[in-house]
């Protein structure tokens, strides 16, 4: 028997203006998505936004349903749109915010898992990391480089 370890690479800011400007950007980006979501439900509102290297900013928000599992989380919605609009189109960075209607979240919010599966396959799409920034409302910023750093043992094409 033999032990791995898995290390995984995150960096903390304290706020946002530690960030450069075209992640503030990215986030403000975020952020106005997030009021747009349709999250009668649960009162938990989730805004995405990828920046694309051709210079185009994608943004998506939660998109919920009353039969619960046909909705979809702003990662997906963003990332989807990205796919299907810009196919040859490298995502650089997705930036993601959080708010309740219910209490004000500081703790940064980081993608669930179903949408970390889905950041990975484009990932590995495109060759190349994608950074990912999440916060809650307000507070810290957490940044991945890539989304291997959050979904270590990714399932890919390459198991297929
Ligand atoms: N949600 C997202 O949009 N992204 C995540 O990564 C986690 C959860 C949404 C789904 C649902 O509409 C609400 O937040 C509560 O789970």
């Not at 403000?28 to 979501?37: F, P, T």
């Not at 980081?110 to 599966?117: D, K, L, T």
């Not at 190349?128 to 809650?136: K, V």
Request: net charge neutral.
């Amino acid at each position: 028997m033999k032990k791995i370890i898995i290390e995984a690479h995150l960096d903390i800011f304290d706020s946002m203006s530690e960030l450069p400007e075209e992640i503030q950007k990215l986030l403000n980006k975020a952020q106005q998505a997030r009021e747009n979501a349709y999250a009668p439900y649960s009162h938990f509102r989730v805004g995405a936004a990828l920046q694309l290297a051709g210079g185009e900013i994608i943004t998506g928000n939660n998109q919920e349903n009353a039969a619960f599992p046909s909705g979809l989380c702003a990662e997906r919605v963003a990332v989807f749109h990205a796919g299907s609009n810009f196919p040859n189109e490298t995502i650089t960075t997705m930036a993601i915010t959080a708010r309740s209607l219910n209490h004000t979240v500081t703790v940064p919010t980081p993608p669930c898992g179903a949408c970390r599966q889905a950041l990975a396959e484009y990932e590995v799409k495109q060759k190349s990391p994608i950074a990912i920034y999440f916060m809650g409302e307000k507070g810290k910023v957490v940044r991945a480089n890539s989304v291997k750093d959050i979904l270590p043992l990714i399932f890919d094409s390459s198991y297929l």
